[in-house]
């Protein structure tokens, strides 16, 4: 059982861990869209850098954070598969994290691949506007699924 000192510095540890995580993936699509409505191969290749770059180090930060101190605090309730809104929780949390690993990052690669032969040719290719609609729908849905759990988080329905 964790006393409840450790367990309070566990759950600020995990509310920090979310607001980067989900801080970072909703300003990322935001500004990066607007960057996209440019049409300006400049700005789209500097967004597409950044976006390569904040998601390795704020979303991944964010990512391991919450998973090492949400098991952390999820042991204080014991066979926490079986409580509703912790086994919603990891399952909102791991469908996210599933679209990330197999859909977004391997996407977001190649739009960073294409960004940097964007200085090279000064021009867009049709290849890059395909998989930057995929990367917004199917971020916006991974960015859906971990905003459903702030309600399961707070409210903790039984």
């Known amino acids: 059982m964790i006393e409840a000192q450790h367990y309070l510095f566990l759950k600020s540890l995990h509310i920090f861990g979310i607001i980067i995580f989900l801080g970072n993936i909703i300003v990322t699509g935001f500004w990066k869209a607007f960057a996209d409505f440019t049409k300006d191969w400049k700005i789209i290749s500097f ?14 930060l964010g990512v391991l954070i919450i998973i090492f101190t949400g098991m952390m605090m999820a042991q204080h309730f014991g066979d926490y598969w079986n409580v509703k809104w912790i086994r919603w929780g990891l399952s909102l949390f791991i469908a996210s994290g599933i679209i990330w690993v197999a859909i977004l990052i391997p996407i977001q690669i190649i739009l960073h ?46």
């Open 47 to 60: 967004s597409q850098r950044l976006v390569t770059y904040t998601d390795i180090l704020f979303t991944t």
């Open 113 to 158: 691949q294409l960004a940097n032969h964007f200085k090279n040719n000064k021009s867009i290719p049709k290849q890059y506007w395909m998989y930057e609609k995929i990367w917004m729908l199917f971020g916006i849905i991974a960015t859906a699924l971990p905003l459903m759990n702030l309600y399961w988080m707070v409210f903790k329905p039984i």
